[in-house]
């Protein structure tokens, strides 16, 4: 079937691994207790530090513990929903001060430029949440490139490396799942969308494989024709 929609990875797909761990989790790591102990009582931080507790089976954690626990999140690089929630609101801030801009590669701005003018739809599906996928591409190097997206998805989607996660973006998106490109650089996501019915690509930016799939070095070189 041929290609209608388009759905993106951001790390290591569309922006730079290097962004993501050499500044945006640094910038989340310095900033995040200060932005916890100064919002811990608004509604929608509240709940997040709920969830904290929650998953990390510590129903009466301390807001400092709740705090240790999320500094530990984010060495560890865990996907852990509540987390990414909290760290997109304190990259909120970062962009807002013009501390922050959102990475993303030239030959990605391009080929997203040129497909959305080619009338193809273009979704996100990132482990960062909803609100940190908008700030990236809103603030981004290249501007603001939220235009030419039509939807963003997150863990609230379910996990990258299930099926289903996939299986419920495509109902959400509202095509038949093999008229879906999924662009990752992690084999486990490309296998995990692939399973549930979409065509993949991956992103091996330094010019190596990625066992099952067709792997590409740039965006530049997709040719949506012969997928
Ligand atoms: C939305 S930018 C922050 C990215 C992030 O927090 C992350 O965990 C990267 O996840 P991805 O699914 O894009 O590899
Ligand atoms: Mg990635």
Redesign the pocket.
């Given at each position: 079937m041929p290609i209608k929609a388009i759905l993106t990875?951001?790390?290591?797909?569309t922006?730079a691994v290097s962004f993501?761990f050499d500044v945006?989790?640094p910038y989340a790591a310095a900033h995040l207790p200060e932005f916890v102990l100064a919002h811990a009582e608004q509604p929608e931080v509240a709940a997040q530090l709920d969830a904290v507790r929650a998953e990390a089976g510590e129903p009466q954690a301390s807001v400092e513990r709740v705090i240790d626990i999320l500094l530990q999140w984010i060495a560890e690089?865990r996907?852990a929903t509540p987390l990414?929630a909290l760290?997109?609101m304190v990259?909120q801030q970062g962009y807002q001060a013009g501390q922050l801009k959102?990475h993303v590669y030239p030959d990605a701005v391009e080929a997203l430029k040129r497909w959305h003018e080619e009338g193809y739809a273009l979704y996100?599906?990132?482990?960062?949440?909803i609100q940190?996928?908008k700030?990236?591409f809103g603030c981004s190097v290249a501007g603001d490139l939220s235009p030419l997206f039509s939807g963003y998805f997150d863990t609230t989607s379910g996990p990258?490396r299930e099926a289903a996660s996939y299986a419920r973006i495509v109902a959400a998106i509202g095509v038949a799942a093999d008229e879906v490109l999924f662009l990752?650089?992690?084999v486990e996501?490309l296998d995990a969308a692939e399973q549930a019915g979409l065509q993949t690509i991956g992103l091996a930016r330094d010019g190596g494989a990625l066992a099952g799939h067709e792997a590409v070095a740039s965006f530049a070189v997709i040719d949506l024709n012969s997928v």
């Open positions: 990875d951001i790390e290591g797909t922006s993501v945006l989790f690089d996907k990414k760290q997109g990259w959102g996100v599906y990132s482990s960062g949440s940190a996928q700030l990236i990258k990752s650089d992690i996501e």
